[in-house]
């Protein structure tokens, strides 16, 4: 049977550098030299993460960050 | 808190942020304004609005075409053809609007970002303990003047490489600059030409002495294979001063202000440290400090408001903040608030740069208080003074230690 994950994904267009994302997770988000976010990998979000990817999203002041259900 | 202009009557029609009234509460005026308008205006400083929502308050710092950024602080006085024109405007980039902007801005990004400002955490901790030190032994004193104003001052000039013995000095032209903004221009002038030639020293000692601070990566940095304009390095020097005190001050006071009030938040706030990231989100969203400025580029109907090219506009973060509209309860402090997009720090290109710095200052400097005095209330609550004009914040802030850390 598929097992349903989640995946993050910073936009970069919308991403200001406000770093509460990496502040809620630095191990889901990471930072350029310029302070700009990226999801750390494929964004796919291990199972004990998906609260602080959640946090995540409420808190981006840009709402540049979707969380989306895929299948694996 | 200011005498020179005729008090308000109505804020829909005649809003002045440096009234009496906005200066006690701004709050009871923007829930007011938010049902009525909610976009006010005023002939004061030669024409100005005011919206009030998140809403109006967001679409306003995303739209770069309708509005520039040449002045962000209301006075009575416009930029003039001697000032440096848009894009770049007096003190880059705060001043500056795209695509200028980006240029100088991803220029200065590297020296703000999480890691950086880590580096500068042991001396601010150092300080907080210094200044709580000093006030050992006394069972009431002043958190505003003897705690929260010393912290962000001597940080930024620790940051920017200045003497840490003219601190004090900044604070006076800093105050002068950001709170006395109703008076007349050439008393303005004159406070202005007084933080130039202060800065003008600094670059001097700095070219002749190049050293690991933020001055001379300012005279080191490059535009285009150019170094910058002093006028452009003495600008965005003067900006990190005005920027980085008078706001994190009134953040770290606002913040003492609520935990001395709110017995049930301190146990907490100390029992679990837990807590911190919220809880510091929270007070920002609650207490956010800073009120930025526009000025209308261009004559255009904003949702049935005849804008002129030339209008000040006020850009209200913290009434952005109170917005039911945008936050559950927000009249409410929650230390855990889970769902938190507060615009504390500005939203879109101009987000504050300092913003990891402010944090940084703002969590150590409480942590520092409540390590040492986890149980305080305000000695006189009508003693209690704050400031006027786009950066609100207690100036005045006598407490009484009711119990003493370890």
């Known amino acids: 049977m598929a097992q349903s994950t989640f995946r993050v994904h910073v936009d970069p267009d919308k991403c200001q550098g406000h770093n509460r994302c990496y502040s809620v997770s630095p191990d889901l988000f990471e930072l350029d030299d310029l302070g700009t976010s990226s999801e750390v990998g494929a964004g796919l979000v291990p199972v004990g993460l998906i609260s602080l990817a959640r946090l995540a999203v409420a808190n981006c002041p840009e709402h540049a960050i979707s969380l989306t259900e895929v299948q694996s | ?406």
């Open chain 2, 1 to 406: 808190m200011s005498n020179r202009h005729p008090p308000v009557q109505d804020f829909a029609t005649d809003f002045d942020h440096t009234d009496a009234a906005w200066v006690a509460d701004p709050y009871l005026i923007w829930d007011d304004l938010r049902q009525r308008c909610p976009v006010a205006h005023s002939d004061r400083y030669g024409g100005a609005w005011l919206p009030v929502t998140h809403d109006l308050v967001s679409e306003v710092a995303y739209d770069t075409d309708h509005f520039t950024s040449r002045s962000v602080v209301v006075s009575e006085r416009r930029p003039g053809p001697e000032d440096l024109p848009a894009p770049i405007g007096v003190s880059p980039p705060i001043s500056s609007d795209p695509p200028f902007h980006g240029v100088v801005r991803r220029m200065l990004l590297p020296a703000f970002t999480p890691k950086p400002i880590a580096a500068l955490e042991p001396f601010a901790r150092d300080l907080c303990r210094e200044l709580l030190a000093a006030t050992d032994g006394r069972s009431s004193f002043d958190a505003a003047l003897e705690y929260a104003q010393h912290i962000p001052v001597r940080v930024i000039v620790k940051f920017l490489g200045f003497p840490q013995e003219d601190a004090d000095q900044f604070r006076g032209i800093i105050r002068l600059v950001l709170e006395e903004v109703d008076l007349p221009p050439e008393e303005r002038e004159e406070r202005f030409a007084a933080v130039d030639a202060y800065m003008d020293a600094q670059i001097e000692d700095h070219l002749a002495r190049p050293r690991d601070d933020l001055t001379s990566f300012l005279l080191e940095a490059e535009i285009g294979g150019q170094k910058l304009p002093v006028e452009h390095v003495r600008g965005t020097m003067a900006l990190l001063m005005v920027a980085g005190i008078d706001t994190t001050w009134s953040a770290i006071g606002a913040s003492l202000w609520h935990l001395a009030q709110h017995p049930e938040d301190r146990r907490r706030l100390a029992a679990e440290p837990d807590l911190m990231g919220t809880a510091l989100e929270e007070l920002l969203r609650a207490y956010a400090p800073v009120t930025m400025a526009r000025l209308v580029a261009t004559d255009f109907d904003f949702h049935g408001h005849p804008f002129k090219e030339g209008d000040w506009l006020l850009l209200p973060f913290p009434a952005a903040n109170r917005d039911p509209a945008a936050f559950e309860n927000p009249g409410q402090v929650q230390l855990d608030r889970a769902t938190n997009r507060h615009a504390a720090f500005g939203l879109g290109r101009h987000r504050c740069l300092g913003s990891n710095l402010a944090r940084m200052e703002l969590r150590v400097a409480l942590e520092e208080w409540l390590a040492r005095y986890p149980d305080f209330e305000l000695s006189d609550p009508a003693a209690v003074t704050w400031s006027a004009g786009q950066v609100r914040g207690p100036r005045r802030l006598p407490v009484t230690i009711l119990g003493r850390g370890g």
